[in-house]
């Protein structure tokens, strides 16, 4: 793989950055990674596993001289981050960042990035319900897709470069405008960890039914909600207060619907039933197809 | 492992019927595995497959001579299977079931049977997105949960005989009444489906977001939904229909909760979410430690 960037700085050092970390240097997209974290021990965790070529104590010292800075950090804090960063930006540098929502970033960080600066946007549509500097690997992003959002930069190169770094990653490119990007989302992510966690809150609150039952008894599909309710709930939090409108409209719709189908429960409409239930398996047929999961019994969970 | 039982007859040869063929097989729980589905085809693949001692074109020849009797069929239709198979019936026979409500199938069943049969149903808490006879395996139960409901049988030694077949195939055993079982399950189980099913239909219905792109961002969250919005459509109408209150009960507090979430982001209370989220983390690590999922990244999708 070619080097495509002398230095990458990654600020915040969660899930996507170490792995992104150990991504670039698989092939070598970059001569150097270094990074910065606000917390002391996450800096210290990151500097005892060796996470990047250097750790620094501030993001003024990280994105020094780098020609790629990536924000890892979750979406509330990005300004904060900007506004930081700014003055020591490297004339013609790019600016990217890793954020679930992006009308909101741009909206805070392009703002106070100096002229000459390329800010493109990027969300890798990769996760686990892990966190931290530990939790990184280099497979994370291999056949996922990463969404590119150019809107406001005007340097074609800034933004091929960006996608070559996300290709040579391992992950599938898609470029799309900042709005439309925060509806998909929160029709395929956003929404669902919201009514993930509400389920998984609901089966905490119930009295009569015990912490212990609830466990005991998840294999019958309660704990496909939990692994994504284990989910970062500071990202989580910023993600709902920056995609507010789409989420909202997506969750008024999702109620629309379930109380079509607790209405089909109420009056015994089992054709109703039957039917949703048919059309919906449709669907992740064309997931298990389009290769964006497996298609081994219970997520590989047991042996086929 | 000791043979608890001479022949026993599978009803309905899905995807629980085949695996518990397989897992009574592989340590010879009993002599002799004979079945019976209703349609010619499944007959046919089991037979192809040779999943039991022998098919039979009826259910009364399978009953026949059976020390127990395991109803694998929708709930929708147990009633009609018991009132075919209970002229047929061997004295002392000890009837079971495994459908995913307690109370309706003891409704649909019991009378039907002839003094003398014991009836003691179950409810295995095992299975995957799949179905049909090709679909089962003999490791489904293993270190699963199996819940037997005593509640109309007078004979111990029936229920100690049917918890030893379970514990044979692998799984751990509890007791409840039907009623506490069907409202432990209406959370753990029958309203997570619904709420998957009610997710992927609103996703499906969305004309401005495109399949492709439902399916290619898929990772990000939405996926984890529409393995169990995959299962079985009758199976799962027959649920919804026969454990109507239990489901209602808990589809109107997950609302009510919903909404507490919905208006929270709608108001900006960044707090209220971060604690909601954070108090749903620690249900996730419960399950882990209890065996009942894997904590490798993404149910063991990817390397860790």
């Known amino acids: 793989m ?16 170490s792995s992104m970390a150990h991504a670039i240097k698989r092939t070598g997209l970059a001569r150097e990674v270094v990074g910065y974290a606000r917390s002391d021990e996450t800096r210290q ?5 060796g996470l990047c070529d250097q750790i620094y104590d501030t993001a003024v010292e990280a994105v ?5 800075v990536v924000l890892c950090v979750p979406v509330g804090a990005m300004e904060t981050v900007a506004i930081d960063i700014a003055p020591a930006l490297k004339a013609g540098a790019t600016v990217s960042d890793v954020g679930s929502v992006k009308r909101a970033v741009i909206d805070a960080v392009a703002k106070h990035l100096p002229e000459g ?18 939790s990184g690997f280099a497979e994370l992003f291999d056949g996922r897709w990463c969404i590119v959002v150019p809107d406001i930069c005007q340097d074609d190169q800034a933004i091929e470069n960006l ?27 956003h929404t669902p960890h919201l009514i993930a966690y509400t389920m998984v809150g609901v089966a905490d609150d119930l009295g009569r039914v015990t912490d212990s039952e609830v466990i005991k008894y998840s ?12 989910s970062d709930p ?3 939090r910023d993600v709902f207060l920056n995609n507010k409108d789409a989420t909202l409209e997506i969750l008024g719709r999702f109620t629309e619907e379930l109380f079509a189908l607790q209405r089909a429960i109420r009056t015994e409409d089992g054709d ?3 039917d949703y239930f048919t059309r919906t398996r449709a669907i992740r047929r064309g997931i298990v197809e389009a290769g964006q999961d497996t298609d081994a019994p219970d997520f590989g969970r047991v042996k086929s």
């Open 117 to 134: 600066a390329h800010f493109v946007p990027a969300h890798p549509l990769a996760g686990t319900e892990h966190s931290g500097p530990k």
């Open 45 to 49: 965790i990151a500097r005892d596993i």
């Open 272 to 274: 109703m039933l039957h």
């Open 163 to 189: 996608e070559a770094l996300w290709r040579g990653m391992g992950s599938h490119v898609d470029r799309m405008d900042a709005d439309h990007h925060d509806l998909v989302l929160a029709v395929t992510s």
């Open 219 to 230: 294999a019958a599909g309660f704990r496909d909600f939990t692994r994504i309710a284990a």
């Open 64 to 68: 020094t001289g780098a020609d790629l």
């Open 2 to 17: 070619t080097q495509i960037y002398d230095r990458v700085a990654l600020i915040g050092l969660g899930l996507i950055a």
């Open 234 to 236: 500071t990202m989580w």
